[in-house]
């Protein structure tokens, strides 16, 4: 189910991220032109909780699938299984991908890997693509550690010469060709996307890296 290509413009987004009332808006605008990837990270002041989250989590999942773009569920489990999401995004603090694979056998498995302590640490043998980051500063993340620039991303690509990459943190239209030529098969971003007053042209922008 998985492949690579997916990870080339790959949209996070919860309803903090975005203004007031406004993600349906934003994830269709993204949608429409072209985003490879979507990740429901439902986190910060405005977010949504229980029966909320879970039926804003089915209206966002069933947008996604009428453009035939996978839906992932950021940390909790238990919504992506009870939802039948297309896939999990985990960190290193969060559930431990072993815990949960049984119950995501042909669903797409992300794990955050923020250096190369981590990457050993971690077993990737039921992981589909690791989430790179931070590369720059973010705001999008409180407890985001120190950025590691492109050489992470380069260097993890030595690293790893197999395993997909998508780099994640301060990413913009701007910064994504040196990001896609240090290695990484993709770029995740939350704020370009969700605070861009013209989505189409920010995600054409994205897309013309790969031609
Ligand atoms: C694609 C991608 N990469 C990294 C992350 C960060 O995950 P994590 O470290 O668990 O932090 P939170 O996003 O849960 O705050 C991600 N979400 N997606
Ligand atoms: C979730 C996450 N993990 C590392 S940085 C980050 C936030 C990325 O947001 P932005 O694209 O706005 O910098
Ligand atoms: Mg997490």
Redesign the pocket.
């Known amino acids: 189910m998985f492949n690579k290509e997916m990870l080339r413009v790959?949209f996070?987004a919860g309803t903090s991220d975005v203004p007031d009332g406004q993600l349906e808006n934003v994830l269709k605008s993204a949608l429409e032109a072209g985003i490879t990837m979507y990740?429901f990270?439902e986190?910060g002041p405005h977010a949504l909780t229980g029966d909320d989250k879970e039926a804003l989590a089915i209206r966002l999942f069933s947008l996604c699938k009428a453009y035939n773009v996978p839906f992932i569920v950021?940390?909790d489990v238990s919504l992506a299984k009870k939802i039948d999401a297309d896939g999990i995004?985990?960190?290193?603090?969060?559930e431990k991908i072993e815990n949960i694979i049984e119950d995501f056998k042909g669903k797409i498995i992300?794990l955050?890997v923020?250096n190369f302590e981590e990457y050993d640490q971690s077993d990737l043998t039921h992981v589909d693509?690791i989430?790179?980051?931070p590369v720059y500063e973010t705001s999008s993340?409180s407890?985001a550690k120190k950025p590691g620039g492109i050489e992470l991303i380069r260097k993890m690509r030595l690293y790893d010469e197999d395993i997909p990459i998508?780099a994640?943190g301060g990413i913009t239209s701007t910064n994504c060709e040196m990001i896609i030529g240090s290695g990484a098969d993709g770029i995740?971003t939350i704020s370009s996307i969700a605070r861009s007053k013209n989505i189409p042209q920010v995600v054409t922008d994205y897309l013309q890296y790969y031609k």
């Open positions: 790959y996070i990740q990270r986190k950021n940390d995004h985990l960190g290193q603090d969060d992300g955050s923020g693509y989430g790179v980051g993340k407890d998508v994640i995740s």
